[in-house]
């Protein structure tokens, strides 16, 4: 089992700003196949970048993800107030399919 | 616009078996990977299992001995089983789709309680 762990656990930030977040494989995930999500209180988790880099449908370009192998970031440039969230990568490359622990966005 | 909505007891005594069903509104089902993934306070998000292709299954080893996914074709449904459950299977459950195995659409999620 691939296991995905987040960093920071939380990071507290103000509108405007740049932020990267990372998620760390076990061992290589084959094909790029990481997304990241995000996830509001008392929503389902949204989908933001697909295959390490590719932003889902209708996703901002303010997010971006990259890495390959074990080490992949997600950046969020010039963070708006609906960005503060809970965000969480995941891999779909091996059986069983595992999500991180997700890093926690906060306003300052 | 894909939507999934998923449906269920909401409260399950312990040692029972648990049934959701999660209703599909995409042309494409029949070509979708079909998930059922949970999220606790503990546990975080766990993948549960999909089903595909109208049949072909893939599980969590860790839930293995106790899932069922099934799909009913005809109605635009698919549906999980959870025998045994205790405390530890108390979570929000959702019901998720893609093209592949990265879940694209996901429903809104519903409670699972499981207490006596």
């Known amino acids: 089992e691939i296991v995905l762990t987040q960093s920071p656990g939380t990071l507290s930030l103000s509108p405007g700003e740049r932020v990267t977040l990372s998620c760390r494989a076990s061992?290589?995930?084959?094909?790029?196949?990481l997304a990241w999500f995000q996830q509001k209180p008392g929503q389902a988790p949204r989908l933001l970048v697909d295959d390490g880099s590719s932003r889902a449908t209708g996703i901002p370009d303010r997010f971006s993800g990259s890495g390959s192998g074990t080490d992949f970031t997600l950046t969020i440039d010039r963070l708006e107030s609906e960005d503060f969230a809970m965000y969480y990568c995941?891999?779909?490359?091996?059986?069983?399919?595992?999500f991180g622990q997700g890093t926690r966005l906060e306003i300052k | 616009q894909v939507q999934l909505q998923e449906s269920g007891p909401g409260l399950v005594k312990p040692s029972e078996t648990l049934s959701l069903t999660c209703s599909v509104s995409?042309?494409?089902?029949?070509?979708?990977?079909l998930n059922w993934i949970r999220q606790s306070p503990g546990r975080g998000l766990e993948w549960i299992g999909f089903?595909?292709?109208?049949?072909?299954?893939n599980y969590n080893p860790s839930l293995k001995s106790r899932v069922t996914i099934s799909v009913d074709t005809s109605k635009n449904q698919f549906s999980l089983r959870l025998t045994s459950v205790s405390d530890a299977d108390t979570a929000v459950y959702y019901c998720a789709s893609g093209p592949g195995w990265t879940p694209h659409h996901w429903g809104q999620g519903t409670l699972l309680t499981v207490s006596s």
């Open positions: 061992q290589s995930v084959g094909g790029n196949y």
């Open positions: 089903i595909y292709n109208s049949g072909n299954t």
């Open positions: 995941g891999q779909f490359a091996n059986s069983p399919l595992t």
């Open positions: 995409i042309d494409s089902f029949k070509r979708h990977y």
